[in-house]
């Protein structure tokens, strides 16, 4: 993974240049990422030389323009992953498995940071959850909101109802364990009532699960990158 690492910090300037240029065809609010990105690449440069990434890292902790930050992000992404075809460049599954565990990981950290900061401007309630539904809707990762006692589902976004293999009918408004029964008996629940419970995130690798893909279907193994 250093040759990748390495072709990502001699060619910098160049993926700096080009975040720039793409940045500018987006809607505005754009650049919330710029600031941040030189730290962002370093990051995951480590990352890639096999530095563990210690957790979902506390980036987001001031103002910050969410729906502009989760598209900027989607951008890096798919900038990163051009680049290497652009170069070709020999890259590994466990490459592109760090790539996008690393974006999936800093989308979740700053949702969750702007969540918190609704909770805590409870007079903005409403037009912060709707503005996070919309995201939640559009973003580029399998989001749920679960809340309460009994794990009752607030939202999930069309990417996690087609990895729960169930129409959103069937999920939103539902205890998760009645929503899915498949997950009774596997570690998910404890997990979720952990984190409520202590407040400090779950991070979860290559995490096996069983999961009814189609509705009325057998259940199918599947390994997940997850983030409680």
């Not at 700096?16 to 987006?26: G, K, P, S, T």
């Not at 589902?153 to 899915?180: I, T």
Request: aromatic share 6%; hydrophobic share 45%.
């Amino acid at each position: 993974m250093r040759q990748l690492a390495d072709a990502l910090e001699a060619r910098r300037d160049d993926i700096l240049r080009a975040w720039d240029e793409r940045v500018r065809a987006l809607p505005p609010p754009r650049g919330e990422l710029r600031d941040r990105l030189p730290e962002e690449l370093d990051a995951l440069q480590a990352l890639l030389r096999g530095a563990p990434d210690g957790g979902v890292p506390q980036r987001w902790r001031t103002h910050l323009e969410l729906d502009a930050l989760v598209r900027e992000y989607d951008l890096l992404r798919e900038l990163l992953l051009d680049f290497i075809e652009q170069e070709g460049l020999p890259t590994t599954l466990e490459e592109v498995r760090r790539i996008t565990r690393f974006v999936a990981a800093a989308i979740a950290e700053a949702v969750g940071a702007h969540t918190r900061k609704q909770d805590r401007r409870r007079q903005s309630a409403e037009r912060g959850h709707t503005r996070l539904d919309a995201l939640f809707m559009q973003a580029p990762v399998a989001i749920a909101v679960i809340r309460g006692p009994q794990l009752m589902v607030d939202l999930a976004n069309p990417l996690m109802c087609r990895l729960w293999g169930r129409p959103s009918e069937r999920v939103v408004g539902w205890p998760l364990l009645e929503a899915m029964p498949e997950l009774v008996g596997q570690p998910f629940e404890d997990l979720l009532r952990q984190v409520m419970e202590t407040g400090e995130a779950f991070v979860g690798r290559e995490m096996p699960a069983r999961l009814m893909r189609q509705e009325g279907e057998a259940l199918v193994e599947g390994y997940f990158n997850l983030v409680y």
